[in-house]
């Protein structure tokens, strides 16, 4: 087995570090060498084992503590060990990936049939600074149980860091696809139709329509079905964030461009979105000031981040959505025409609901499936005169108004399948005073159906309790004189309702029980 010089001296032989500075001869280079080998024994006697090899991986010497883990590698002695490359002979280790990086590896577990243990690997180099070998030291053995409690937290800190980042990726996966884009009507099918055309682009898109007619639902669509899926949809919109910081939301903050206790950098929208697609909704709030950046943004697809002075090239899909009336913007300055042109690419009209009320039915049907599942009740359905009810709505507020009507109706009753009398808070084009369909007979004449206009010298309290008293008797026409159902009407409970009742002795007759 090659000698090794360090080696060679007896632990005892090794002068305190005063006795050595003291017999120094002023040399700093005999300095360093001392040093040095003062250093190698400490490590050869403190370590349960060490080898050393050189530039071509061969090991050039062991400790005599690295030699009780030979015959578990298959050795019977260093002579067969010595001068064999190490990864020729020690399963998994590393030592070739430290000599050819030149980095060291501080702590390490290493896992082969010898056991499992705990090392270091440091790079050994010449004067001038050139790799020349490396070292490797056993550290401990058996760590699973010497270290259990350092190596449970390890594994429950990965574990969660591999749980965030998975849920991380589920949040940024686009939760749509064409197919959730509901309807057959020939207005949503012409939607779709076009969406496929440019999912198959990698243009800007630009979403035009009211707002609540499903323009994010399109957009992720848009980006499922296109080359670009596989990485994360990101979305911002710009209406939600305030203009003092809209700027670093959409091209990030350089690191130390802002004074205070956090000086760290930050990756803005367009930067998190690279070679993905970035959905910014409400495109028509964006700020005069900021409108000619994301221009430029989309022209050379670079970003400059706030208080730096260096461009980042970026490759980001936009698609973009407004509720509002960008020609008319155009007009009266609020909006650039060259931003408008670079966003027009690939213009998408996505239609109100009162253009597509063929689509309601099928709209409500999974609505309330989803509503059910998020509320834990059972599934409710339709009726035919609950569908007429709904599609005799003008809906402005368009499917987000369709799914509050639904909930509400879903949630303030126990009914399996929802009347048209479930919807009686919501408007429609029927005619003043007229009954609605499912509601029964006209009032009887003892309690007025509708009661007149109160004049305004009336005092309030006489004025709410005619509106009550009027609002009671149809509820209680409306459910054929059953309280209970009258107080599901009402969104009251049956206390409630039979409190109220009490004070008008002409609902009296109407009750049934």
């Not at 790079?123 to 350092?150: K, N």
């Not at 323009?215 to 596989?230: T, W």
Request: charged share 20%; net charge neutral; with cysteine.
């Amino acid at each position: 087995m090659p000698a090794c010089p360090a080696h060679d001296r007896s632990a005892a032989a090794v002068a305190p570090v005063q006795r050595v500075l003291a017999g120094f001869p002023g040399d700093a280079q005999g300095l360093l060498k001392l040093a040095a080998d003062s250093m190698f024994d400490a490590f050869a006697q403190a370590a349960m084992g060490m080898l050393v090899v050189d530039r071509e991986h061969r090991i050039v010497w062991v400790s005599e503590g690295y030699k009780n883990f030979l015959p578990a590698l298959g050795f019977d002695d260093a002579a067969q060990f010595v001068g064999r490359r190490v990864e020729e002979v020690v399963p998994n280790t590393l030592m070739a990936q430290v000599i050819e990086t030149g980095r060291p590896i501080l702590v390490d577990l290493l896992t082969n049939q010898a056991g499992t243990f705990l090392v270091s690997r440091l790079p050994l180099r010449d004067p001038s600074g050139h790799v020349i070998g490396a070292l490797g030291l056993v550290l401990l053995d058996h760590p699973e149980s010497t270290m259990q409690p350092l190596i449970t937290q390890f594994s429950r800190l990965q574990a969660q860091l591999d749980q965030a980042r998975q849920q991380l990726a589920a949040q940024r996966r686009p939760k749509y696809s064409i197919a959730s884009f509901i309807g057959s009507s020939s207005a949503a099918l012409e939607v779709k139709r076009q969406a496929r055309r440019v999912a198959a682009a990698d243009a800007t898109v630009l979403l035009l329509g009211e707002t609540g007619t499903g323009k994010e639902v399109l957009a992720q669509a848009i980006h499922a079905a296109s080359a670009r899926s596989a990485r994360p949809f990101i979305a911002l919109n710009v209406a939600a964030v305030p203009e003092n910081l809209l700027e670093a939301e959409c091209f990030g903050v350089a690191p130390g461009a802002y004074t205070g206790a956090d000086r760290r950098g930050r990756e803005g929208k367009f930067k998190l979105a690279d070679g993905s697609t970035l959905f910014l909704d409400e495109i028509g709030d964006l700020p005069l000031s900021l409108q000619s950046k994301l221009l430029r943004v989309l022209q050379e697809q670079e970003v400059e981040p706030i208080g730096s002075n260096r461009l980042e090239r970026i490759n980001v899909r936009v698609i973009a959505a407004t509720s509002r009336d960008l020609p008319a913007m155009l007009a009266d300055g609020r909006f650039r025409a060259d931003l408008y042109y670079r966003l027009n690419v690939l213009p998408i009209h996505v239609p109100p609901l009162r253009e597509r009320l063929d689509d309601i039915e099928a709209l409500a049907e999974t609505l309330l499936e989803d509503i059910a599942r998020r509320s834990g009740l059972a599934t409710r359905a339709l009726a035919p005169d609950g569908l007429e009810r709904l599609m005799s709505h003008d809906w402005p507020g368009n499917i987000r108004e369709l799914r509050n009507t639904l909930e509400q109706a879903a949630l303030m009753t126990d009914d399996l399948l929802l009347h048209a009398f479930h919807f009686e808070r919501l408007p429609s084009k029927l005619a003043a005073g007229a009954v609605p369909p499912g509601l029964g007979p006209p009032l009887p004449t003892a309690v007025p159906a509708s009661p007149p206009m109160p004049a305004a010298e009336r005092p309030l309290h006489e004025q709410v309790a005619e509106l009550e008293q009027g609002a009671m008797a149809r509820a209680l026409q409306a459910s054929h004189g059953n309280r209970a159902a009258a107080a599901r009407l009402l969104g009251l409970s049956r206390a409630a309702f039979y409190d109220r009742l009490e004070r008008y002795p002409a609902l009296q007759a109407m009750n049934k029980g």
